[in-house]
């Protein structure tokens, strides 16, 4: 079983939405971070928003803040990315992540890749001009 699985992924107009999902395990649902990534060909992996599980803190990447929001329903473990006002520069695959470990757990949530223990499969976001 998968702890991860992301989807929602496509193809998109400069200016449109989409919204992935990442339905996560139990396990990985509560740990104490858990949160998007991308990576675009030839750049190395950035964080995207992660939320901090106690508090629901969320933290963003200054280069979609406004533009995309992270929900949850807790309800079946499932993790949205809503992407709005897409661009070209948005093209990437996007990874959902978690922490692992459990919500209580002390200390922040970041964008430091080596936090992140469970990691999606990937979904392809690509935005043209």
């Known amino acids: 079983q998968e702890e991860l699985v992301d989807s929602g992924g496509g193809s998109v107009q400069d200016g449109g939405s989409l919204r992935l999902s990442c339905t996560a395990s139990?396990?990985?649902?509560?740990?104490?971070?858990i949160g998007w990534f991308r990576q675009a060909p030839g750049k190395e992996r950035e964080g995207v928003a992660v939320?901090?599980?106690?508090?629901?803190?969320?933290v963003f990447a200054d280069s979609i803040k406004g533009r995309f929001t992270v929900s949850q329903d807790n309800s079946d473990n499932t993790l949205y990315l809503e992407m709005n006002s897409l661009k070209p520069e948005d093209t990437a695959m996007y990874y959902c992540?978690?922490?692992?470990?459990?919500?209580?757990?002390?200390?922040?949530?970041?964008?430091?890749?080596?936090?992140?223990?469970?990691w999606g499969q990937g979904t392809q976001v690509t935005v043209s001009s």
């Open positions: 992540a978690a922490s692992g470990g459990r919500w209580f757990d002390l200390g922040s949530c970041g964008f430091s890749l080596d936090d992140y223990t469970y």
């Open positions: 139990a396990y990985a649902y509560s740990s104490r971070c």
């Open positions: 939320i901090r599980t106690a508090n629901g803190n969320t």
